[in-house]
């Protein structure tokens, strides 16, 4: 158990569905990031939250919308999503971010978009 | 951009045997940190190992230990007497000294045989 968790843990929605996943961290850190893991690709960083502001969005698309109500909720809001949006959806937090603070992770969403 | 590369989709090693897992990366900082991370079966992702790159010494953790090679840009992770509970998806990681990007390789998956 290593402190954060995230609901749902499967999910299946279609195109024109809207959903959300949520992530909540109990360590006390001021930090948390949405991640896509594709089969065969590398973990992707989607965004970055310090202290409930984002600090950083890799260019991913508008139909991923987070919110990070407070330092220990974070949330991916998905809506109008396509099939290539199928995979693995992990939330992490560490105590600030960069540096070499480690990263303590969540367990993932599985989404298929169908 | 700094990349990181796992030229080793997959590996297997016999039980007590050693084992080493490669990584590469490219950047042009000079303060960065590396990171191996192990993702069992269905199970979270969790910290093996961090290197601080302005470090000399090589980091090690029990059973884990990594050879740093700065000049070739090589982060290695050795295991040694391989446990049946080490199989897992090994990620390295890469971060800049204040950025908050992290980023991963594509993953060595590692078997362990009884």
């Known amino acids: 158990e290593t402190g954060v968790t995230q609901t749902p843990r499967h999910l299946v929605m279609g195109m024109t569905n809207k959903k959300s996943l949520k992530c909540e961290q109990h360590?006390?850190?001021?930090?948390m990031y949405w991640y896509k893991q594709s089969a065969k690709k590398p973990l992707e960083l989607m965004f970055v939250y310090s202290l409930e502001e984002r600090v950083e969005n890799n260019s991913v698309p508008s139909r991923f919308s987070p919110e990070c109500p407070n330092s220990s909720h974070l949330f991916l809001h998905l809506h109008t999503l396509q099939p290539e949006d199928s995979a693995l959806y992990l939330c992490a937090s560490s105590l600030i971010p960069g540096q070499g603070y480690e990263q303590y992770f969540g367990p993932g969403t599985r989404l298929t978009v169908t | 951009a700094q990349t990181v590369t796992q030229s080793q989709p997959e590996m297997s090693v016999q039980e007590a045997e050693t084992v080493t897992l490669s990584c590469t990366y490219d950047t042009s900082e000079s303060d960065y940190y590396l990171f191996w991370y192990k993702q069992p079966p269905s199970r979270q992702m969790i910290l093996v190992i961090r290197?601080?790159?302005?470090?000399?010494q090589n980091a090690t953790e029990n059973r884990f230990s990594v050879n740093f090679q700065k000049a070739a840009k090589s982060f290695s992770l050795k295991i040694s007497d391989s446990q049946l509970g080490d199989a897992a998806m090994y990620f390295c990681a890469y971060r800049g000294g204040d950025n908050n990007d992290m980023r991963f390789g594509a993953g060595t998956r590692l078997t362990v045989k009884p």
């Open positions: 290197q601080e790159a302005y470090k000399q």
């Open positions: 360590l006390g850190h001021n930090a």
